[in-house]
């Protein structure tokens, strides 16, 4: 191929991925296969490599994310990025309408829009190209998150349509879905990981990573609801946002041209309903003055446009009555207070507890004994208490403290960050239940009928005291459990004998390990091949895959240093479970004979896991100590001199490295 026709082909695969990119996230239509979509990303990837010189930054390729920074550079917006007037209720609005139209003699009207709950991003185009992407930081600097902005699949690199000018900014708001915050919380609990609170400050976190390609997985999205610059194609903030659409962005996904405070107040009211069911936080409307002339003559406040007003939804909050506190002990062992309250409705559902989050801010809150106390949904989705009553209050009211010892088994709690966690992991009732909840369910080990009702059950009839136990019931075990009958304690007992066939990803995700979530299962299963090479890594050989950091290995170090979880272990492995990596541990060749060696020290060419994986994947085999039966000591850089000893003593051959990579050659 040559250069000539190199360059047409990149810049024809660009045009095409930037249209599927566009029908799939934008208009939800896609009419581009996945598989169509990823082979050609990967013929653009294959010819941007071999041509460097055609690399564009705004290229379909560059979503994933480029290589982390070390920090962003602040720098001067164009144009400041004002907030907005706040009004919180009608009569505000009504104020504001009668304020302005005694500021300009013409009429004028109205384009009314959705206000987003995100983080404000203001995208500076030239020659229809993103080149920068400023937050709004103090209004007059914003940090220049441009690499980050880049990975939002929502967020045009290229414009596409008519009447683009040469220069303009398109302002708007970063996202993330409820969905997927939902998810993202999901695998936070999973893995034992604290809880965000709301979809805006885990986006406005996420924007300010220094590793794009984290901020990618985040899925963000973009909403365009305002365009700036010198010779705009359009008059109206209503035919702005039409433009905008045109242009490949999403814009505010309901907005009307309004003439009056009646229209006005429709749309209040239509959506004061609507955004519960939305998949997006709203906190209220904005109304914008349509027409650009009238704005320009009303101008601007120091702080705020006088042509826009924001209507804030009122916080659904209620008032209830504490009844109690629970502190709830979860699968890792984290302890959440957890307040029981009076049944109110708010926001769509009925809510009986709600979550008061931790010691910090049970602290702040000052919760007394049958205080009444004010709730709201975290992010629409989760209650918690965010005030208390204080004029309600008894006099003989008690404060209530955070509790020091594991209100269920006594263990004394050890705090770490905000939170405090209940050590005794394998005796402590509420965390075994819910390791066997999390061990059965559907992407773990995927045993069905195991409710955590029956699992209830198993523990009250001291059937089940681990996850190990599970392999041992027997259907005439569980057939007399209350409820069950004969047929469903056999199907229960099939699925568990089935659980047997479940990967080494799966059972390492089963296990429950804290921060070891589906992913990192995945990664570790790729590089350690059994779960005894995984039991005898330390720290560094675990950090040495890439995609996992300090935190993960060193939980996982935790986890294999408690006896009684090796003890788990060789009875699941007993059970039949696999622990090996079934594909990849297949040798690749018989070099090593089925020979034994034993690795200390550091090598030049390998990790230590790497060197584990190489010599097994050659047919021979690894063991942790040397005994008369090891055929080889393969030492690297400053071997463990006890290990040379006991090798000198038993007449055990000593190996270099560069002796394992000739026997590996010939
Ligand atoms: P606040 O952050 O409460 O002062 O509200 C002002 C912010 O609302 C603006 O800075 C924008 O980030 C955001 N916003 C969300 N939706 C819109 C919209 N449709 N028009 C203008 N601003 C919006
Ligand atoms: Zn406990």
Redesign the pocket.
Known sequence: MTKEEAKHQIESLRKELRDANYKYYILAQPDMTDYEFDRKLEELQALEQKFPEFFDVNSPTQRVGGKPVTEFNTVKHKYP?L??E?SYNIQDLKDWIKRISKLVDEKFSFCV????DGV?LSNQYIDKKLVRSLT?GDGIFGDDVTINARTIKTLALVLKGKDIPDEVLVRG?VMMSRNNFKHINDQQERKGDTIYMNARNLTAGTMKLLDPKTVAKRQLDFVA??MIGNDLPVQTQYDALKKLEEWGFFV?HDYIKAENLDEIMNFILDWGVKRFEFPYDTDGI?VKVNEFDIQEKLGYTAKSPRWAM?YKFPAERKLTKLLSLDFQVGRTGKVTPVANLKAVKLAGTIVKRATLHNEDNMKKLDLHTDDFVYIEKAGEIIPQVVSVEKAKRKPNSQPIHFVRQCPVCGTPLIKQGADYFCTNTTGCEPQIKAQIEHFVSRKAMNIDGLGPEIINLLYQNRLIRNIADLYDLKSSDLKYLEGLGEKSAQNIIGSIQNSKNQTFEKVIYALGIRHVGEIAGKLIVKHFKNIDSLIQANIDDITAIKGIGEKIAESIKKYFSNPENIKLINRLKQAGLQFENQQENLQIADKLGGKKFVISGTFEHFSRSELKQHIEQNGGKIASSISKNTDYLLAGDKPGPSKINKAQNLGITIISEADYLKMIES
């Open positions: 990025m907030s907005l706040k829009e959705l206000k987003y404000s709004r708001e609801y305002i505010p904005v924001a």
